[in-house]
């Protein structure tokens, strides 16, 4: 228990709130982004170090220089009407996002998913029918994430479609993890959680995106939301005064460290 609780202290100090920390089968405490098949090193070692180097004091490794790189990112959906109205937002302030994309919605709004991508954007898959992973056999997390695959690859060929995941909600065990790793997929989760599924307002959303800004930045948000369209203006005005450039998720991940990402370094926006 006293490791337990040691763990969540380290993780709000290392991300003022916003690491997602779960308690599952293997006690096993999740990055922002999985490297293939490196799950203990990745999680158990190299977190465990950290936290217990923030609680006692003593962090000796280099965090400066960390770029000023930032994904908006989007589950969930497509959606008729606030899709297209997102869209229009990041073209006009010219920002390309990640849509990590539900296989049964694509399936029902193809044209919104093609256009996804003809509008310079990047589409990466968040399952099929978005069940909560952690409950499922590996056989039924392949078949999920292989399905919501085919399903976005029909439809827009994207390479990210094939590379790029994200659990449902964050969940998963790493028995999910192992599963969605042998298909050669990376599990990208994020630096911040905007909070926009609860229904928060406009100003709220964007407040707190700046309050929690980190270098590198991976932020989640969900396309299903007006006030998270209507927060965007802020949001990338404010990055953008502050040296930000935005990017996709896969191309942050091309051009940062794993180290860089999981343990992202706060910055004033």
Do not use: C
């Not at 256009?115 to 409950?135: C, K, M, V």
């Not at 990210?160 to 050669?184: C, D, K, N, V, W």
């Amino acid at each position: 228990m006293q490791i337990v609780i040691a763990v969540l202290v380290a993780a709000f100090v290392l991300g003022a709130g916003s690491w997602r920390v779960f308690r599952h089968e293997s006690d096993i405490k999740p990055a922002i982004v999985t490297p293939a098949m490196n799950v203990h090193n990745e999680f158990s070692n190299d977190f465990s170090a950290r936290a217990y180097r923030v609680l006692h004091g003593r962090i000796a490794e280099n965090r400066s220089g960390r770029p000023k790189l930032i994904a908006l990112t989007f589950d969930d959906g497509p959606y008729p009407v606030f899709t297209p109205l997102l869209l229009d937002e990041l073209h006009d302030l010219h920002v390309p996002a990640t849509f990590f994309l539900i296989g049964r919605d694509a399936e029902q709004w193809p044209e919104l998913t093609r256009r996804i991508e003809e509008s310079g954007n990047e589409i990466a898959d968040h399952t099929y029918s978005h069940p909560n992973l952690d409950q499922e056999s590996s056989a039924e997390v392949k078949e999920e994430v292989l399905k919501g695959r085919d399903v976005l690859w029909n439809l827009a060929q994207d390479q990210s479609e094939r590379e790029l995941m994200r659990p449902p909600h964050g969940r998963y065990t790493e028995a999910t993890l192992r599963a969605i790793q042998e298909l050669g997929y990376q599990v990208v989760l994020w630096t911040y959680d905007s909070g926009d599924w609860r229904t928060l307002p406009t100003q709220t959303i964007a407040s707190d995106v700046v309050q929690h800004a980190t270098a590198p930045d991976l932020v989640l948000m969900h396309s299903g939301k007006l006030a998270t369209i209507e927060a965007l203006p802020e949001v990338v005005e404010r990055f953008r005064q502050a040296g930000y450039e935005f990017v996709t998720a896969g191309e942050l991940l091309r051009r940062t460290s794993s180290q860089d990402i999981n343990h992202p370094l706060r910055r004033s926006v």
